[in-house]
């Protein structure tokens, strides 16, 4: 859901004396900047998109997707691109991720990021270097997506009423109690959409209790893409 309908649609819905001062100070790209935020600050792995791209390398380097939140996998010529060093991985990685780490001088293809590019030891250019990531949603405008859940959309408001009240509060507009109450509502809220993006469904469970239960282990998925590791395991006596 776009944050233009959860303000037109949410804030209006707020009864709330020190709202009818923020109609006029509201901003959309201060409010886009606070939903990217809290987003950001919920961090359910459910409210990103898996995403797949190929990206031009020009001595080397690319310019990522601007929507990138976390990279899991990234190959060049169907082979895997090992980060160049712990650190890169730890800034970078994610508990999902699946990039495997050049503990020796032996990798073929390694690469690190500097800020919003790819950095790679590949000499060949041009050429193109695919990556698996998780995005953040967005429309045409860059604008970002909320999910579409009650309780994401009560964080995003409770988030953007949180700035506004202590911009006011800082000004000395409003009192410290409407400010401690719209604080407690976002510490409230946050760990609320969290929990309800990673309810698991059904089919989750399933692909879980498969992982789970399996009696041998499969040491070479990663090659595969991990295509088979949520299959329900078959034994022929």
Known sequence: MNIRKILR????LI??????DYNEELNFADCAEWTAEALGLIGAFGQY???????????????LPLNLY???????????VYWSNNSSATNYACSNCQIPVCNNDNCTYTFYINSAYLITNIIDTPTNICITYLGIPVNEEGIPLIPDDPMYHKAIESFIIHNLDYANFRKGKITDK????SKANWAFYCPAAKGAANMPNLAQIEAWGNIFKRMTPMRTEYSNGFRNITKRENFNF
């Open 49 to 63: 998109q898996q995403e797949s791209k190929c990206l031009e390398l020009i001595n080397g380097k690319a310019r």
């Open 9 to 12: 649609e949410e804030l209006s």
């Open 178 to 181: 409407v400010y401690a109450e």
């Open 15 to 20: 009864e709330d004396e020190n709202l009818a």
């Open 70 to 80: 976390k990279l899991s996998d990234i190959r060049y010529n169907h082979q895997p």
